[in-house]
């Protein structure tokens, strides 16, 4: 037995004093905790507050629902912000049978194999590849091999790919939540397994898929390095129409009208650009804001 | 039942094609990049020298007082270059510049220079010298020779006469996969001289001091002094385009382009770790609160906050960081660190913390909320106190989620675009070692410059080539990190299962 | 939802169009915000016409332009000899129509007294070898230099034209925009910066210096007369290219802006017109 020679017992006066500065180390930590989680919030809310207070003196009607004029330098940013709805309406078209298709193959399918794994690896690596390589991928392939030319199409499909990965994820995961008694019961009533997934775990992870997707397009339609290299157009003095012509134009759209803005200084003065930048952040906000909605409503049904 | 099956055989098909086009995004990303990297390769390597004869002694530098023998600015100087690309043989510019006649150089310069375009040194043409000799686009394999004329005028009074020679403007012999020589091939009738072989890239610059030699006649003007610069290539293309991307130099629009892009993937680097440095220590702590000790009313009202910050675009984040964050950030350090400017690398990476913060909390959080209730309990009833139980159970317990989470706010980082082109200054040299001046210092990253020159490449050419391998490496190396945060946060998996 | 969707593409589509015209330009940055005016008001008097500007770079309108997707091809510099040869190789022969002038101006901050400096002296300041006002005749001050960023053709056009190919200085730093140079160099007093003239004309805080192209040689000014003589050393055409010589509605766009009226417009957006 080693000897304990040297090793002075603390007195109970000592251990009291000692919890004390315990206890007040720790309620310093936590009061550091507090400061830091309260300032994070105020800092956000105040950037966020700026950019509204720069960019509401822009806002009006006209300036939603105007196209630019005099040089970019007055009217609205209405051509921008339908080339913003267009693509991701249109990236959400493309993504969505995909990525939830995807999400079920990861989250029924696959299983433990070594190609799940591969698939599953894929999808991670997906998520965290910079939209410049999208962009670049698409500018490769969808530009110069496919349509030799920017275009509404070449712009849909890069951003699909871009918001690819987080759809696949979301999905999985929203079906992985699902309750196993539900699949159970589904399968103990004779269905195969393509109906339990069919009629019972999709309605239920409806919710879920929704969200993710919405926020993945949400976060596409604002990236700008995609875009910029597949899709934008800076003016055009033609009507705006809906056909399939405009599949094979370029369109332009918020993220590349303020890139552009940024490149070109001063020519397009700040309010609008600031404008922009609040319409910008405020089509994201709103898409995120319908998500919680319909997440929150598909909430109230469930009963689990 | 059957039935039933064949019916939902499409729905099942289109599962398991869906989990294969995610397989075949990866693997066309990859070869798609690496596809079009392939027009790096094609790169001619471009190579010029000038000489110039001097009299023995030059007269000082009107600005600096210094002797600078800097040949680019000398107006009668000859360049001897090949492989420019996109250059076919003389151009309209060069061939306006023939080799000076005895009656042109009468008063105005003692010496001339010039060389033959097509190089046999027997059936010279007279017509056919210029000062400047522009060889058509070879790749690197392939050398060539050209021949230096040189004489003096009748005007001209010393013994001696220098030639002297330098690269042309931004050409580095170091960089470039020749063996340049420049030899003596026929010294005058009447000169003594011995034959010389000098090695241009190692003595890249430098003079020569010859016996002086008069041309009397116009004709005479090719019979005096004939040098010939030779270049062999001593790297194939391939390698030779490999160890340039992995160079220190980054300046492709020069005539000798230079395609380094270690200062690019350097310069990503520091600003995605000093953007870590800052957010991930105020990210976790945040992300502890979240988790460990905020409330669940504060929770619920702070969460949506955060996350709306991970909605902003990041071009809206880069716009205000430039009319917000850069002034500020001048007048606060315009003084200790002799900013005078506020797109630098401090500003490009303080937003950029910024844009990693919801990251890093929300991940953190899950990590952090990963960690077993059990485990909370246990030590409390040891009597831990709060700080205690996170910073001896909670944080080792989430240790490995935690650095998923720095590694994927890492690759976050590095992938970021418009917030270092708005911010980062743009000029891609590489980060100083003294760390201040660094920060305050304006720098380029891999993508933004991506982004900002693709516009101004010639498709499919070399700098085009390049630009793909630069996203090439950006995938790669975020592919790497990608997936190590995604197996360090898997391991975590056994906690909360 | 799908018919939330269904609604929301009638609001963003609108009717389909009557089949118009349309002449795309595609190209040069440098170029960019002259097209749009042009654009705009050629469309204001041929409604029947739609033009469509697009930025990216020269080399974007250029690749454009060989592979046969835009109308006008606009770029700051002169297409390369392999570049014509590509789109010959495509079945279009590039035509070269020169839109406007541009005479780059050198500027500085007010304050500073240098009033002028001759072409080497420039160089010497952006390759790096003249770092303080005092070594030009100026204050002890040490230099800013300011460059347009590599994106744009005026970055190219002026390390062709200046520096005579050299490599920028350590410290040269490269802004996004002209406007952006003009903004800095106002606000920091030793700085220097270069750009399209008709943007620093009227500003506050900068000056534009007068530039001798060689030793010894008067400095000249980049005024309109000085440009177009080409007694000013620093300047260069913009072009348009077509395949051909330009035809139906993309003549009748080339040809308004080469007229008066669209040659008026040239100088409200900092270049010069052609007459």
Redesign the interface.
């Known amino acids: 037995m080693a000897s304990i020679v040297g090793v002075k017992f603390p007195t109970p006066d000592q251990v009291a004093g000692r919890d004390r500065l315990r206890k007040r180390a720790s309620l310093a930590y936590e009061g550091w905790l507090w400061i830091i989680g309260i300032t994070i919030s105020i800092a956000i809310l105040a950037l966020i507050l700026t950019i509204a207070a720069k960019g509401l003196p822009a806002m009006s009607w006209e300036f939603l629902s105007a196209a630019p004029k005099e040089g970019m330098k007055e009217g609205g940013i209405w051509p921008m912000l339908r080339g913003s709805i267009l693509l991701m309406a249109g990236t959400l078209i493309i993504v969505l049978p995909v990525g939830v298709f995807g999400g079920i193959f990861l989250s029924e399918y696959a299983g433990t194999s070594r190609f799940a794994y591969t698939v599953r690896a894929c999808v991670v690596a997906l998520a965290g590849t910079p939209s410049v390589i999208y962009g670049l991928f698409g500018l490769a392939v969808f530009v110069l091999l496919l349509t030799k030319h920017t275009s509404l199409v070449a712009g849909w499909l890069t951003l699909a790919m871009f918001a690819l990965p987080v759809i696949v994820l979301t999905t999985e995961s929203a079906i992985k939540s699902v309750p196993e008694s539900f699949v159970e019961a589904g399968v103990s009533l004779g269905m195969s397994k393509w109906q339990v997934i069919r009629r019972v775990v999709l309605p239920s992870a409806i919710p879920g898929i929704v969200t993710g997707v919405v926020l993945s397009t949400g976060r596409a339609a604002g990236e700008a390095p995609p875009i910029l290299l597949t899709a934008g157009i800076y003016y055009s003095t033609a009507q705006l129409s809906f056909d399939f012509e405009m599949l094979k134009k370029p369109v332009a759209n918020l993220p590349y009208h303020l890139a552009e803005g940024y490149r070109q200084g001063s020519v397009i003065p700040e309010k609008i650009i600031w404008g922009t930048c609040l319409t910008l952040m405020l089509l994201v906000l709103l898409i995120n804001l319908a998500a919680i909605i319909v997440r929150a409503k598909a909430r109230r049904k469930q009963t689990w | 039942?059957k039935r039933?099956?064949l019916r939902?055989l499409p729905?099942?098909a289109?599962?398991?094609?869906?989990?294969?086009?995610?397989?075949l995004?990866?693997v066309?990303?990859f070869y798609?990049?690496a596809?079009?990297a392939r027009y790096a390769f094609d790169r001619p390597f471009p190579y010029g020298y000038r000489f110039s004869l001097q009299p023995p002694v030059l007269e000082p530098d009107?600005?600096?007082g210094e002797i600078v023998d800097d040949l680019?600015?000398d107006p009668n100087a000859s360049l001897l270059a090949a492989n420019f690309?996109?250059?076919?043989g003389v151009?309209d510019k060069e061939q306006s510049a023939p080799m000076p006649t005895l009656a042109e150089l009468e008063g105005y310069h003692p010496f001339g220079t010039g060389s033959a375009v097509i190089a046999t040194l027997e059936d010279v043409n007279l017509d056919g010298l210029y000062r400047d000799n522009w060889k058509k686009a070879k790749p690197a394999s392939q050398g060539d020779s050209f021949y230096l004329f040189a004489f003096a005028t009748p005007e001209y009074d010393k013994p001696t006469m220098k030639l002297a020679w330098g690269p042309?403007?931004?050409f580095s012999a170091k960089d470039c996969p020749y063996d340049i020589r420049l030899r003596l091939v026929r010294a005058p009738e009447g000169v003594e001289l011995d034959p010389f072989d000098i090695d241009l890239v190692k003595h890249e610059q430098g003079a020569i001091e010859l016996p002086a030699w008069i041309a009397k006649t116009d004709a005479d003007r090719t019979s005096g002094y004939v040098f010939e610069m030779i270049a062999t290539p001593t790297k194939s293309n391939f390698v030779a385009t490999i160890i340039g991307f992995f160079k220190t130099d980054w300046?492709?629009?020069?005539?000798y382009p230079r395609y380094g892009f270690v200062p690019l993937l350097l310069s990503t680097m520091l600003m995605s770790f000093v953007a870590l440095l800052i957010a991930v220590p105020?990210g976790l702590?945040?992300a502890?609160?979240?988790a460990?000790?905020?409330p669940v009313r504060?929770r619920e009202?702070?969460k949506p906050?955060?996350?709306?910050?991970a909605?902003?675009?990041?071009?809206?984040l880069?716009?205000?960081g430039?009319?917000?964050v850069a002034p500020g950030i001048v007048k606060v350090f315009s003084e200790s660190l002799g900013m005078?400017?506020g797109?630098s690398f401090v500003t490009a990476s303080l937003v950029l913390a910024?844009l990693l913060?919801p990251t890093i909390?929300s991940i953190g959080e899950d990590a952090l909320r990963a960690v077993p209730n059990l485990m909370r309990e246990g030590a409390s009833a040891l009597g831990f106190?709060?700080?205690?139980t996170?910073k001896k159970v909670v944080m080792p317990t989430a240790r490995a989620g935690i650095v998923a989470t720095v590694l994927?706010g890492f690759?976050?980082a590095?992938?970021?675009?418009?917030i270092i082109?708005?911010l980062s200054?743009?000029?891609a040299?590489m980060p100083s070692a003294n760390p201040i001046k660094t920060l305050a210092?304006?720098t380029?990253g891999m993508?933004d410059t991506?982004?900002?020159?693709?516009?101004?490449?010639?498709?499919e050419?070399a700098h085009y080539g390049h630009?793909?391998m630069i996203?090439l490496a950006?995938?790669l190396v975020?592919?790497v990190?990608?997936?190590a945060?995604?197996a360090y946060g898997r391991k975590r998996k056994w906690l909360a299962s | 939802m799908t018919a939330a969707l269904i609604a929301t593409l009638a609001i963003v589509g609108g009717a389909p169009s009557p089949a118009l015209g349309t002449v795309a330009v595609k190209g040069s940055d440098s170029m960019l915000i002259l097209n749009q005016r042009w654009a705009e008001a050629f469309g204001k008097k041929h409604p029947g016409t739609a033009i469509e500007v697009t930025g990216g770079g020269s080399s974007i309108g250029i690749n454009a332009f060989i592979n046969g997707v835009t109308d006008i091809c606009a770029a700051s510099r002169p297409m390369r000899k392999s570049e014509i040869d590509r789109a010959r190789s495509r079945g279009a022969i590039a035509v070269e129509t020169p839109a406007a002038l541009d005479g780059l101006a050198v500027i500085v901050n007010t304050s500073n007294p240098v009033n002028s400096l001759t072409m080497d002296q420039i160089r010497r300041i952006y390759i790096g070898q003249i770092n303080n006002w005092s070594q030009v005749g100026g204050p002890n001050q040490s230099i800013v230099v300011l460059s347009r960023d590599s994106n744009s053709g005026t970055y190219g056009f002026f390390q062709e034209k200046v520096l005579k190919n050299q490599n920028w200085g350590r410290g040269v730093r490269f802004m996004p925009s002209t406007a952006e140079e003009a903004r800095e160099t106002a606000r920091t007093p030793g700085a220097i910066a270069y750009g399209g003239v008709a943007y620093f004309k009227g500003r506050d805080g900068i000056k534009i210096i007068g530039i001798a192209p060689a030793e010894g040689k008067p400095p000249v000014l980049p005024t309109e007369a000085n440009v177009r003589n080409k007694s000013y050393p620093i300047w260069r055409y913009l072009y348009f290219y077509t395949n051909g010589r330009p035809r139906g509605e993309t003549k009748t766009f080339i040809d308004w802006c080469l007229s008066t009226e669209g040659q008026s417009l040239v100088e409200q957006v900092g270049y010069y017109g052609l007459k």
Do not use: K
Not at chain 2, 14 to 23: D, N, Q, R
Not at chain 2, 251 to 255: I, N, V
């Open positions: 039942m039933n099956r939902e729905a099942v289109l599962v398991y094609f869906s989990g294969a086009l995610i397989l995004v990866v066309a990303i798609y990049l596809h079009e009107p600005y600096t680019t600015v690309e996109g250059e076919d151009d042309d403007a931004a300046a492709p629009t020069l005539q105020i702590a945040c502890t609160y979240l460990e000790i905020a504060v009202w702070l906050i955060i996350e709306m910050l909605s902003i675009p990041t071009v809206v880069g716009y205000f430039l009319m917000i005078t400017s797109r910024f913060l909390i106190t709060t700080r205690e996170i994927l690759a976050r590095i992938g970021e675009t418009m082109w708005i200054g743009g000029t040299v210092a304006p380029r993508t991506i982004a900002i020159e693709m516009g101004n490449v010639e498709f050419g630009l793909f996203g950006l995938f975020t592919l990190i990608n997936l945060g995604y």
